[in-house]
C-alpha cells in the first residue's frame, strides 16, 4: 500500500445525478473525495498506459482504420450479417 499526503491540493466541483447526490448524502461517513480521487487515478493510470503503449506504435491512424475495417469486415462474413 502506497500512501501520499498532498498539501494544497486544487480543487475540483463535480456534477452528480439526483440519484446519486441522495446515495452520497445518505452516507456521510463515506468519505466520497477520496473514493472519487481514487477512480480517477484509476482511469488515469489506464490512459497513461496507452499513452505510453501509443507512444511507442508506428501504426499510423490510415492503418488501425484499415485493420478496424478489416475486422469489421471478418465479424460480418463470421456471422453471415
Known sequence: ?????YLN????TLSV?????SVIKHH?????SVIA????????RKIQLVDSILG???LTEQDAAQIGRLIKKSI??????
Open 76 to 81: 460480418r462474413e463470421q456471422h453471415d450479417i
Open 9 to 12: 491540493m486544487p480543487t475540483m
Open 28 to 32: 456521510t461517513e463515506i468519505k466520497w
Open 17 to 21: 445525478p439526483d440519484d446519486l447526490y
Open 1 to 5: 500500500m502506497c500512501i501520499h499526503i
Open 37 to 44: 480521487r481514487n477512480a480517477m487515478w484509476e482511469y488515469a
Open 56 to 58: 511507442k506504435s508506428e
